[in-house]
Nanobody
Framework: QVQLVESGGGLVQAGGSLRLSCAAS????????MGWFRQDPGKERELVAA????????HYADSVTGRFNISRDNSKNTVYLQMNSLKPEDTAVYSC??????????????WGQGTHVTVSS
């Protein structure tokens, strides 16, 4: 059974940083693209960042480009989201996702339960 477990969320002041982690288990992590979504109540769910199987290709939402960085360590079955220069509008539940294939152009197949990020002004 595939499991994605996020950690690293919390409360931070605007301008601060957080690093989210997502530990995966249950299958060959290095064969699948990974990503991070976020959703705040009343807003649409947004793909924040994605990374291909090797870490060689990444994608970012315009709203986080230049501030967030997605990376992965296939030896640790873990994907990370480094979030810098945080803004109150980054407040959301952040969920780790895996893709069916090694690239993030295809369908998603698993979701984590999410971790809360709150950015105070």
């Amino acid at each position: 059974q595939v499991q994605l477990v996020e950690s690293g969320g919390g409360l931070v002041q605007a301008g601060g940083s957080l690093r989210l982690s997502c530990a995966a288990s249950g299958r060959s992590f290095g064969r699948h693209a990974m990503g991070w979504f976020r959703q705040d109540p009343g807003k649409e769910r947004e793909l924040v960042a994605a990374i291909n199987w090797s870490g060689g290709t990444t994608h970012y939402a315009d709203s986080v480009t230049g501030r967030f960085n997605i990376s992965r360590d296939n030896s640790k079955n873990t994907v990370y989201l480094q979030m810098n220069s945080l803004k109150p509008e980054d407040t959301a539940v952040y969920s780790c996702v895996s893709y069916y294939s090694g690239n993030y152009y295809g369908p998603l197949d698993y979701w984590g339960q999410g971790t809360h990020v709150t950015v105070s002004s």
